[in-house]
């Protein structure tokens, strides 16, 4: 094709000329426009294709869980958020109410047809049939494939394992508000929306729990106890294994916040704990060195202290070394120790011990000490074998824990400490140390001995050595003694050669039975429970049986078959 | 040349029209894959939860405890069934080890691992019981054990032996 050459002359050739500069002017700015936008173009598609980190493909996601999850040491979920549908209706876009409401009922058989049928007629435009639905029966009402009926999503606090772990957890309101447990203390980290993903590892292994749980269900039921306790503590890192407080509640339903299910006995009960006592008397005279173990004292007659007169309840009516005056429980011989130790030296080692302070466990509750006004002669020799003074018995058994492990006491804690916290516990400052080690060496001998020969007899295991003290403290009452009502307990360390668990029990009353002779005291009713515990948990945890070897002190003791 | 141009001009609008086009639905094509992955996501976060917790529920210990007591046979463990030392088996004074443990000698040489060609064919031999199952495996698993083991093969004896001795350094 031949191009065309249009020729314009004269005066109109001048504008011919403008237009052509401004039509190439303006081609001239568009090229470069579209260049610019190719360039572009390529760029884009050829460098920056790989790039794909847009926002939210990292993405954590922090609508999801509201509230964080809690697990045991092993993972086991304790607590967690669900999201549950509530069922909602609109009556106008129901037809039959009634064939609905019979419907409704089959699937919630727990509500009233009456009341469903009510809110099936209302006049207003929403109304809540039943809130909280497990996924199975939206799924069956889904199928009625009704159009009126709605459902709205609210997340719920779930405890799979009911009451089983309730007293440690405690529980949280309809809005998931914490009320009590590791649940209120720890709601800064539960609640954050930035920690949802990073569960709460708490100290406790479900499987020792429910052990606990059923031996004291058990005890608690034959002895027709008002109630009972038990804890079972890892006796060098401190951590609270289990812990389990009768009667209990279950979390997944609302219980009355001054409900006396919700009450803990462990972690906030104090009581005159008795006996157990004179393993921290002993512990001290000993490493005093105001006794050794050859020397004793009389036990034949009862003592006069203030307006009391105190009696030995396993009485021996002779002289006791000092191993004797434990394995027995003689009262009289641990007064008497406690009055050559001297009040500043006892009050300075209970205050070591953690006795005059709460405890470290992770929860608000936790019970305050009841310590005697004054520390004169007399509570010097009351508190020596644990009475007029209460404590909790996590103190009892975290003071224990320190008398058997090499003399460190380490703060009891219901968080699982990792592997380089425990680390830092064994190799140890100083500064937690309260007995020598060789003392309480000869403190497990002397616990070990009870078991073999003393008054923790029942808690004997075949196949595993064990040590223990029980414990018998009669109830204070308005300012007096219910000579009656006794709070029978029996720690144990096991294994006693090397101790990896403190195990706690205590019966609140519990009344003697048939096989027992009537006897409520720790040796015949928190003993054999513990004894029946340890049997159980030992395989579990991986402890092979010891064989038993030459007894300490064994022939320091002078065996009669009375008990 | 006006023309040439006008075309390349024309041609550039079109195809950056089409490409940016392209792009953008591209871009919008993966969004939307991407919501929805992000909303399975959710779902199935959602649902590992609730049967995390249905878990739970239903290995609750005395649940299982319940069970085993009614369909099983076995007891709960008890603790002579566990054994600390080998000596505690036999009432003979202390027990020897038939084999030596092998750290004992200063240098081993590796055995030749079993041919596993031979291997299958004296499987084959064997008769299988019509109770028990072979389980079979996916065959990317299968694969994989192939290359290992050509791996393992590949390596020789020289190799095997430094890398023993360099073991015991």
């Known amino acids: ?563 | 040349m006006i023309r040439i141009f006008a075309a390349f001009a024309i041609l550039t609008v079109m195809i950056s029209t089409a490409s940016v086009y392209n792009l953008k639905q591209a871009t919008y094509d993966l969004e939307e894959k991407k919501r929805d992955i992000s909303s399975q996501i959710l779902k199935d976060r959602q649902a590992i939860k609730v049967l995390k917790a249905e878990m739970a529920y239903l290995s609750r210990p005395e649940r299982l405890e319940r069970l085993s007591r009614r369909h099983l046979v076995l007891d709960a463990t008890q603790n002579e069934q566990l054994v600390a030392d080998l000596n505690e088996l036999t009432v003979r004074g202390s027990v020897q080890m038939a084999t030596l443990p092998v750290d004992n000698f200063q240098l081993l040489l590796p055995r030749q691992k079993p041919n596993p060609s031979t291997f299958k064919k004296n499987n084959k031999k064997q008769k299988i019981t019509p109770d028990v199952r072979l389980a079979s495996y996916a065959k990317s698993a299968e694969k994989q054990n192939v290359i290992h083991k050509k791996e393992l093969e590949q390596k020789s004896l020289y190799e095997r032996i430094l890398a023993k001795i360099g073991n015991y350094k």
């Open chain 1, 1 to 563: 094709m031949k191009p065309i050459d249009l020729r314009v002359e004269g005066t109109r050739q001048g504008a011919m000329e403008v237009a052509r500069n401004r039509m190439i002017f303006l081609m001239a700015v568009f090229t470069f426009g579209f260049f610019t936008l190719a360039i572009k173009l390529i760029s884009i598609g050829v460098f920056q294709a790989t790039n794909t980190d847009y926002p939210g493909s990292s993405g954590k996601n922090t609508v999801l869980m509201a509230r964080a999850d809690i697990v045991d040491r092993n993972g086991v979920v304790l607590a967690t958020n669900l999201k549950t549908p509530s069922l909602g209706v609109n009556p106008y876009k129901i037809n039959d109410p009634e064939l609905l409401s019979y419907k409704i009922i089959e699937i919630l058989p727990n509500l009233k047809r009456e009341n469903v049928l009510e809110n099936l007629q209302s006049s207003r435009r929403h109304v809540w049939i039943k809130r909280k639905l497990t996924p199975k029966q939206m799924f069956e009402i889904n199928r009625l494939g009704e159009p009126g009926l709605v459902f709205s999503d609210a997340e719920k606090r779930i405890y799979p394992h009911g009451s089983l772990v309730s007293h440690v957890l405690g529980s949280v309101g309809v809005d998931n508000q914490p009320s009590a447990g590791v649940e209120l203390y720890f709601d800064e980290h539960l609640s954050n929306p930035l920690r949802s993903e990073e569960p709460l590892e708490l100290s406790i292994d479900i499987r020792l729990q429910h052990m606990l749980n059923q031996e004291l269900n058990t005890y608690v039921e034959r002895f027709s106890a008002k109630g009972g306790g038990g804890v079972i503590l890892d006796a060098n890192t401190g951590e609270i294994l289990a812990l389990s407080s009768l009667p209990d509640f279950d979390p997944n339903e609302y219980v009355e916040p001054d409900d006396p299910s919700r009450f803990n006995q462990i972690l906030q009960g104090v009581y005159e704990l008795g006996s157990g006592f004179k393993t921290f008397t002993v512990a001290l005279g000993l490493d005093t060195k105001t006794v050794d173990l050859s020397s004793g004292y009389d036990a034949s007659k009862p003592v006069k202290v203030a307006r009391f007169t105190i009696h030995d309840d396993h009485a021996k009516n002779r002289w006791l070394n000092v191993p004797e005056i434990y394995v027995y429980s003689s009262n009289i011989g641990t007064l008497k120790l406690a009055r050559d130790i001297g009040v500043e030296r006892q009050k300075a080692f209970f205050d070591k011990l953690g006795l005059f302070r709460k405890t470290n466990a992770e929860i608000f509750e936790v019970g305050r000490p009841i310590l005697p006004s004054q520390w004169g002669p007399t509570e010097l020799v009351t508190t020596s074998y644990g009475h007029g003074i209460a404590v909790t018995p996590l103190h009892l058994a975290s003071g224990v824990a320190a008398m058997v492990n090499g003399g460190r006491l380490n703060p009891a804690t219901l968080l699982k400490k990792d592997a380089s916290q425990i680390k830092s516990i064994s190799s140890g400052s100083v500064d937690n140390q309260v007995i020598s080690p060789e003392t309480s060496e000869t403190m497990r001998n002397l616990m070990h001995l009870v078991v073999e020969y003393g008054t923790g007899k029942s808690a004997k295991v075949d196949g595993y050595v064990i040590g223990g003290k029980t414990g018998t403290a009669i109830k204070a009452a308005g300012g007096g003694y219910r000579n009656k009502d006794v709070i029978s307990s029996f720690i144990s360390v096991f294994p006693i050669d090397k101790p990896k668990y403190i195990v706690f029990a205590m019966l609140d009353e519990p009344q003697g039975i048939k096989e027992t002779l009537y006897m409520a005291s720790g040796g015949w009713t928190a003993a054999p429970l513990v004894g029946n515990l340890i049997r159980r948990m030992g395989p579990l945890l991986g402890i092979a049986p010891t064989k038993k070897e030459e007894i300490e002190y064994e022939s320091m003791i002078l065996v009669s078959g009375t008990e």
